[in-house]
């Protein structure tokens, strides 16, 4: 049976609601200077959905004295009382999870059934995930003889200060707060402007279960509170996800302040299809795969998209009208509808982005567009709405192929050697995800082992499992996130501690 959101529920989302206040040292806050910004819903154009705090330096500097403050007791308790913690809120999340889902549909624009019911979930999973590891923050005894005792601890960084993008917050938040929190340190999260309510309700729905100031979520611009934020002196460990632009900035920051950055940034990831994955008993299965990996369903605003698709010669025509009859029986609409397999783009901004780069496209000489987005009848919908395109014969050198366009657009470029295709994968920028469609396992490890990404996948083209390893290479990103390795990575230092043990140091009580 097909699940429906309950109607009382979308209409509570989407009925305007009283000023929505950040969380700080355990309390509800709003702006120090009074000064806040509307939230629209980008699905039902000029929507406003509610008001957050626009956050300046003064809202910054509470959040972060509140988290230095929690910090020494945080990082104190035995490990099992953050676990305890961390479990709980998975329960609360996941009894909330409609709601939750319902809410980041209605602010980002992504559609409930294919994207934010299935986010929900992996922000649950991943409060559980880091729940469940939280004891595994822990050092080793080197052998060093006798009167020595010389052992490593992995020691909190201190207070974390994150800041979210817009795409999928909820798995962001999910990336970074539970990972933090459940290595002992405390944090300050801010919100995406564009996108703040879920991850407020994140906030509202942990707070009974941790002390006060151990979790603080902030709201604002990112040139207002994000800025202030990575500079403030009391942050001792920078996690950024969002632009390779805005990364550059934010990295330039906490490297003057010498404090560790983990950067999850752009990308432009190649998906490569061989001919034996295209036959006519894996089309199905394959062509799937691909629009998945092109995170159509949420309209191709994903770092990860597999947005230049590599079709060999021999396939290129048949895989190609498979690819575009699939887009076009994709129903674009309300993403509350549990039909709709698209929801909206975020904002004019990006709307109009996203249509600078088709109209490029379109003016490419050369250029084969089977499917062009901007033409779909989307009559009836007011919002960021917008079909999917597809240009045909593209080459890697141009800008479409190069940039990180963030939209449902892809290009769809021919070959017909391995090491071509894997110089063509390789030749960007960015290096964040790939996927490989090819069921001649010797091949596609060769592929995998060669392509400059941080996530391969092969023949699947699903999005990231917890507990594995997530983050970019080359101007994708700096860092691990998602695993464990991640978190011992990202949110914790390695302290050595070497100990002569000498007679003096008995116990004098005495056995
Ligand atoms: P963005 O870089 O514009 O903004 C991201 C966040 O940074 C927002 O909260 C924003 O307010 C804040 N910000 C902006 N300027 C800032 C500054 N000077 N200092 C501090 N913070 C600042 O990105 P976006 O448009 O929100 O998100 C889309 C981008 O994020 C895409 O490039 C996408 O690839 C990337 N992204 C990467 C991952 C990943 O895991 N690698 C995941 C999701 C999104």
Known sequence: MTQQAPSTLVA???SRRPDVPMLVGGQSAGPEDGRWIEVTAPSRAGHVLGRVPRAGATDVDRAVAAARAAFPGWRAVHFTERQRALLTIADVLEAHAEELAVLTAADTGNALRPQARPETQTLVSLFRYFGGVASEVKGVVL????????????????VVGAVLPWNSPLMIAGMKIPAALAAGNTIVVKAAEDAPLSVLRVAELCSPHLPPGVLNVITGYGTECGAALIAHAGVDKVSFTGSTPVGRTVAETAGRRLVPASLELGGKSPCIVWPDAATSELMDETVTGVLTGMRFTRQGQSCTAGSRLFLHEDVYDDVLDTVVERLREMRVGDPLDEATDMGSLINQKQYDRVRDYIGEGLAEPGIQTPLDGTQRDLSGLEGYYMGPTVFSRADNTWRLAR?????????VIPWRDDDEVIAMANDSHYGLAAYVWCHDLNRALHAADRIESGWVQVNQGGGQIVGQSYGGMKESGIGREFSLE??????????????????????????
């Open 12 to 14: 509570s989302v989407f």
């Open 143 to 158: 052998p060093a003889g006798d009167g020595q005792l010389q052992f490593s601890r992995r020691e909190p960084v201190g």
């Open 403 to 411: 940039e990180e366009i963030f939209g449902p657009v892809m290009v």
């Open 486 to 511: 991640g978190m011992l990575e990202s949110f914790t230092h390695i302290k050595q501690v070497n100990v002569r043990i000498s007679p003096s140091m008995v116990n004098p009580a005495g056995p």
